[in-house]
């Protein structure tokens, strides 16, 4: 990747930790584009060269690292197995990049209390839906790459892809709801082993 290319990741980045800081905080109503691109540190047409709203703008962070988790699966060695490829890829997406680093998230009560709320808002909803499918398409293709699977014929890649998603979400739910002492990674790391385990009955 280019220098010029890096630079873009990293601003489209910072737009969207800020964003999602500033929504979280304030809530999504109290929150303009202005505010976030003032919190990144570029002007309001800087913003509109990446995003075409703040909710947009909060989703491109799940759909990115998405994206980049569908990128690192293919680069994965060929020969290391499905699900430990696509947990090595995953959890890649839990470190922090330089703009968390940079504004960290505050108390994790206050972090959960205003995640929750931003998913409740209807246009925020939208786009994380909208983000979501795209996501699971880059995923869905990067499976398939693996196995010799054709996303658009085979339901293998696709269900992959969906579980996936859903042990991403349930682990961020899961955060969210308990108190700091676990990591968004200890929980992605247990959701994708229990999928590649099969799913067995804890009652069991």
Known sequence: MGLREQKKRETRAAL???AVRLIVERGAENVLVEDIAAAAGVSPRTFNNYFS???????ARHLDRSL?????????PAGEPLWAAITAAALAQTEPGPEV?????????QWAAGIRAMMDSPGLQA???RAGIRAEAAIAAAVAARTGTDPARDLYPNLVAGAVTAATNAAQQQFIARDASVSMAELLREALSLLASGLPDPTA
């Open 16 to 18: 969207s930790w800020a």
């Open 53 to 59: 709203s703040k909710g947009e703008a909060a989703a």
């Open 68 to 76: 980049q988790l569908a990128a690192d699966l293919r680069e994965r």
């Open 101 to 109: 680093i940079a504004h960290p998230q505050p108390d994790h009560v």
């Open 127 to 129: 786009e994380m839906l």
